[in-house]
């Protein structure tokens, strides 16, 4: 099971994604190491979101290979994907809003193992143990009977946080996590993901450079489906292409 330590988590080598004719993501090759994070930025409609999907499996490269561990993922079924350990937070949430927190987090915990069903009573106890756990670290134990439907915008989008990170996957994809959140929320999303780093690996996409800075992790362009840079937000920064079409209309 344990790969050389040459072979990245996970690689995308050279996947298109073509929708009838366009590419939403076009040649893109990227590496992510285990317990790192890596921070994509680009435009509206630069493949972000297209690229986590090719990454889980909700849509299948046209051409070209995802590989976890070293193993072609590319075309197998997003439950199996997710089995292997990769989870993902979508853009829109998608908490259980007349379930309580600690009911939303004991289900994301219980989810897809084996031992809930095979072992009943003891896997339920740990699922239980687990939520409680990913309660503090998301910063909601005052919110733990509320039903999530009553939380406020950010705590929602902490909530789905929690969710993603009580499944206990080793890569986590966090699409947008700050949309809608006002500046001190985004500060506490961004110490929040920081704080699972290393356990965890963190794909973050985000749009707001504020945020990014905060984040710190390797940043990777996206432009037009292809990956137009990659480096330290210093060094995006300092790229003149980059400010030329993105960074200057960046909010
Ligand atoms: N299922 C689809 N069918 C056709 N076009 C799509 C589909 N999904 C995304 N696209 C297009 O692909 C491009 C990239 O979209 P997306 O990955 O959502 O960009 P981003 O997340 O960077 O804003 C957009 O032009 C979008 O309209
Ligand atoms: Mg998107």
């Known amino acids: 099971m344990n ?16 929708f009838d004719g366009f590419k939403a993501t076009n040649d893109l ?32 490269p046209t051409s070209g290979k995802v590989l976890f561990h070293g193993r072609e993922v590319q075309g197998m079924a997003e439950d199996k994907i997710v089995g292997l350990g990769i989870c993902r937070k979508f853009q829109t949430p998608g908490v259980l809003v007349a379930l309580s927190v600690i009911e939303n987090l004991t289900i994301a915990a219980a989810k897809d193992k084996r031992w809930w069903t095979k072992f ?44 993603v990170v009580a499944t206990d996957a080793e890569l986590l994809l966090l699409d947008e996590p700050t949309a809608g959140m ?4 985004s500060t506490a999303t961004a110490d929040l993901i920081k704080s699972l780093l290393g356990k965890h690996a963190v794909l973050v996409i985000d749009h707001d450079i ?20 990659e480096g330290t937000l210093a060094d995006i920064r300092a790229d003149e292409e980059v400010a030329a079409i993105y960074l200057g209309r960046a909010k």
Do not use: Y
């Open 3 to 18: 790969a050389p330590s040459s072979t990245p988590m996970l690689e995308m080598r050279n996947v298109i994604v073509d």
């Open 210 to 229: 504020d945020f990014v800075a905060q984040l710190g992790g390797h940043v990777i362009v996206l432009h037009q489906g292809k990956l137009l840079r």
């Open 29 to 60: 090759s990227l590496t992510i190491e285990s317990g790192s994070m890596t921070v994509v930025i680009g435009p509206n409609g630069a493949g972000k979101s297209t690229m986590c999907d090719a990454i889980i499996g909700r849509v299948r």
């Open 120 to 163: 009943g009573r003891k896997g339920e106890d740990e699922a239980k143990a687990k939520a409680e756990d990913v309660l503090a670290q998301v910063g909601l134990e005052g919110r733990r009977d509320t039903p999530a439907g009553d939380l406020s915008h950010g705590e929602k989008q902490w909530l789905e946080i929690g969710m």
């Open 182 to 185: 006002g500046a001190a929320e």
